[in-house]
């Protein structure tokens, strides 16, 4: 059956990775499956016709015949569950890769989120740099905390997972911070997740949108 | 296999559901599974032992057998997934209440966090009236979509699943702050999602803990 996700028709970031559509690609590319790509506008993504699609008004949504699905996680767990190359055979393994999706989204990702609201959206605030500098705090005790679990390892538990996918495509988002520098095994370990073939066919291919190369 | 949780030794909400060990207190609940709960205090929650349990040093965690889980969303679905009552049991359906899980985790709860912080973090500043307001802006954003797509039915997505127990949960942090009351049929999704015998005894489980009545 064909995989069609939505993307940005035009990236904020302009196609550097940080649109979510990202994540989608590059977990399809690990598991080696064909999909079509549909760009939708910020205008459209407000219409009825989208959010049948994605009840808030995002990107990426997945198709794949009768199914639609929306929110990155589940769209990459599901991708995960069905094909091989994301998440290990061993149960309890299996468990602990899912864990470290959920502690991507739901403890790393949210104080990120809230800087980039402080950036964009207090802007003209006299407080934003006071603000920021809160926040930062914040996400500084998560970064510690994570790289001291992961030490010298290669993955968070054994082997690449889509745990990693997610960590590394949480890391990557703020990275023009300059945070991840204090932490030098968490940028290694977002360049390994970088340096993968399957993560760079998803960039490019992101890329492409945003240089006009997409068909 | 004796599943025990942790929570915390002394609730900051003094046990009324709050505490994300509620969460998996609810899932465990409503699988019909007996478990244990070991309390832990704020000290010990930053000591070494714990953080073997759970690198970002938080509860609830969950252990059975040699399984050891964090994150309170791959918790809920390790239940969901090992035993019935959780999800559904077509695939696609099954895909989607998924879905639901990581929306109220990485679409909803988000900016109820960045509202905890600004309050509790940001107390003192002159500006937290202001911040307050435009993070409450974006969570009626989202209130307001997730209201719109939930219309008259009971549940997210057919029957009770755990996407409802996650988003009620999420629901049930903002209750307090008064954002529910312009969104009846969300008020009347969590009433629903309390008046579940499942949630009644998890939440009275939990209280029980603050009042000094756990063995």
Partial sequence: MTITITAFEKSPDGG???ARD????WALEEAGLAYQVR????????????????PFGQIPTYQEGDLVLFETGAIVLHIATH????????????ARAIA???AALNTVEPPELEREA?????????WRAELLSLIEDRIAVRLG?????LGNADWLDGAFSAGDLMMASVLLRIRSSGLLEKYPNL???????EARPAYRRAFEAQFAVNAGKHL
Same sequence: chains 1, 2.
Avoid: C
Avoid at 39 to 54: E, G, I, R
Avoid at 87 to 92: E, G, I, R, V
Avoid at 145 to 149: D, E, P, R, V
Avoid at 187 to 193: D, I, K, Q, S, V
């Fill in 16 to 18: 550097k990775g940080l």
């Fill in 22 to 25: 990202t994540r989608v690609r």
């Fill in 39 to 54: 760009l939708v506008s910020f205008d459209a993504m407000k219409q009825a016709a989208h959010l049948a699609l994605h």
């Fill in 83 to 94: 094909h091989a190359g994301l998440l290990p055979a061993d149960d309890n393994a299996r």
């Fill in 100 to 102: 470290w999706m959920f």
């Fill in 118 to 126: 402080a950036i964009f959206l207090e802007g003209g605030k006299p």
């Fill in 145 to 149: 905390q994570l790289s001291a679990h």
């Fill in 187 to 193: 940028a290694a370990y977002l360049a390994r997740g």
